[in-house]
T-cell receptor, first 108, second 110 residues
Framework: RKEVEQDPGPFNVPEGATVAFNCTYSNSASQSFFWYRQDCRKEPKLLMSVYSSGNEDGRFTAQLNRASQYISLLIRDSKLSDSATYLC?????????FGSGTRLQVQP | NAGVTQTPKFQVLKTGQSMTLQCAQDMNHNSMYWYRQDPGMGLRLIYYSASEGTTDKGEVPNGYNVSRLNKREFSLRLESAAPSQTSVYFCAGATGSEAFFGQGTRLTVV
């Protein structure tokens, strides 16, 4: 079983739609959780950290459920510029472990 | 403040050749990582270094060696390159709360 699992997608959504991604992790000792964004052929960049209390940054909301060991990302009012691959990242705590990513394509 | 710098950005090797990928960070991070990303795939951890002088294997260490001689630099060496090592290689420096990546090295082994 992979340590961090994500639905690879692609998720094809129209502009303005709301889309949600989930991610599950296997190591219950994991301490920190993140969502990264990766544009084609570029390096990953931090989108947001994920806390048990949930956190929101503009149109983006991240949630952590430690009991069920999953992390979610909600994007509201999708923009064309949101098209990218979204990577779930877990600090397990030895090292940062990445999911394979979920590809989002926002269409006009 | 350059962040994390990787060299080279592109490289073509012949099977059996050796090379070292360089990574340097000026962000004073204790932890540094090397990942590879194959087309359409996520990042897989090759090696990591939790602090200066220590290194540990990740998910896919075979065929690679690393060196963390000081806090700033973490190099990745391919002793005898194979076509299966064709990939994009990313170096990262990290605190507990965030990882910063270099721009990647696109390596092709023919």
């Amino acid at each position: 079983r992979k340590e961090v699992e994500q639905d690879p997608g692609p998720f094809n959504v129209p502009e303005g739609a709301t889309v949600a991604f989930n991610c599950t992790y296997s190591n219950s000792a994991s301490q920190s959780f993140f969502w990264y964004r990766q544009d084609c052929r570029k390096e990953p960049k931090l989108l947001m950290s994920v806390y048990s209390s949930g956190n929101e940054d503009g149109r983006f909301t991240a949630q952590l459920n430690r009991a069920s060991q999953y992390i979610s990302l909600l994007i509201r009012d999708s923009k064309l510029s949101d098209s990218a691959t979204y990577l779930c990242v877990v600090n397990d705590p030895r090292a940062l472990t990445f999911g394979s990513g979920t590809r989002l394509q926002v269409q006009p | 403040n350059a962040g994390v710098t990787q060299t080279p950005k592109f490289q073509v090797l012949k099977t059996g050749q050796s090379m070292t990928l360089q990574c340097a960070q000026d962000m004073n991070h204790n932890s540094m990582y090397w990942y590879r990303q194959d087309p359409g795939m996520g990042l897989r951890l090759i090696y990591y270094s939790a602090s200066e002088g220590t290194t540990d294997k990740g998910e896919v260490p075979n065929g690679y060696n690393v060196s963390r001689l000081n806090k700033r630099e973490f190099s990745l060496r391919l002793e005898s390159a194979a076509p299966s090592q064709t990939s994009v290689y990313f170096c990262a420096g990290a605190t507990g709360s965030e990882a910063f990546f270099g721009q990647g090295t696109r390596l092709t082994v023919v």
